[in-house]
């Protein structure tokens, strides 16, 4: 059986193992044994010096490296990583996992896009090494460590709360009998076994329960342990220096992070005929007029519809994903901006602008208006933006004309620039290219436009 910290190199045995590194100075050394395992990897591709690891520096940044990889490239080659997979590599990817907690728990901030990609890149590796694993021994290896974590049959699913809470694991996934989860297959037959007419109780446990959920228990909570590991090691750093090495790999991750993402960013997806649709500081002149009309201020009915549902959707993608109805992925907001200084900056003071224009302001009666509004940028039903509740919520994306026409007809004022257009979003990016064209974008917005690519 591969070692358990194969799996979870939070485990006293990875603890152990880390504990073995003479230096943390070692990490930039040249590492024969590493290679050794590396290119003795079956089908490992050994031709690009990208893709092979030297040190365990480069060992580290090739673990968020081969997430992004894995997640955003469609020609993604599985043979460039390979040694992932290979359980000889366990004792010096036990170590990577531990320099790169402390790297990422040292240069950025907690809830951050990076602190998220690292603890999503382990959940991944979970899954996949568990998936390349052979059945007797994956079962063994999945019950020696949920045994570890105290998860057995009976169980209370309150002990499960921190991953439900954070949403890496849904009541939906469970089958509970009186507050218990049910994981054991003669607990299930026993309890739900006449309740199914023509279907074989053991069949649909395999289907319910099975291994699957048992995998997909484990790998949350080591996300979730992940997720403490670095909190931890965060609260630590008020009273203790981080090594200087450990800070350098986090300098270097900065910029491999940014450099491997921004080569699948497609925030400027093609605009068509509009060229490329890029993000880039406001330009009121291009509102159309329903947008127009809502800024300068709605008095009758539909005020909170059109600040809450309208303007929101439309000032936050025209400002960060003007590309949206071109590409078919799901974006949160800080994939664009991920201090969220735009956000915080730009969009939320037009959109509590707009909101105070109108008659009476909508804040004044009705406060709680800003809770939605913050919900439908994706952050949740909170009084601020947060990293730490992104995703909580959907962002939603900008009325259609039609709708507006349908909900809002009041705001309607067609022009003729709108002949064609089925969205304020494509008015937007069309009458931008058209002020360009004309040269009437002034020099600020083109060079702001630029700088925030
Ligand atoms: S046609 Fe569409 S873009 Fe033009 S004002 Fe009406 S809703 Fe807005």
Redesign the pocket.
Known sequence: MALVSYINPLSEEGRNIVRGLGGLEEIFNHNDALMDIVIHTNRQTISNQEVVPDTLVDLAINRIKWYIERKNNKEFNPNDYNYFFNERIVEFDTIAYHILAQAIASKFRPGSREVKLFVESQGLMIEDRLIKMQLSEKKEIVDEILNDFLIQDGIEWSFLKDLVATKKLSLTDLVLQNGEIVLDKEEFVYSFGDKFSGRVPERVYDILIGDNLRELILTKLLMQKTEDYIKSIQDKLAIVEMHPSIVELGEMLDEAIDETLSEYSTYYASGGSYGNMEIGKLIREAF????A?TVAGVSSGGRNDAIVLLLTSFVSYARLYPGIFGSDRTVKVSDIDTNLNITLNEILPLIFEAADNCTPPLFEDQPQEKINIISKLGFGMHEEVSLENEGETKWYTP???EK??MH?PQ?????K??AK????L??YSRKKWIMSKNGELNNDSIEESSSNQ
């Open positions: 159309p007029p329903c947008i009309n009325m259609s004309c507006i026409k809002l705001l309607c004022k067609e022009n620039d709108c257009i089925n969205n304020p494509s008015y």
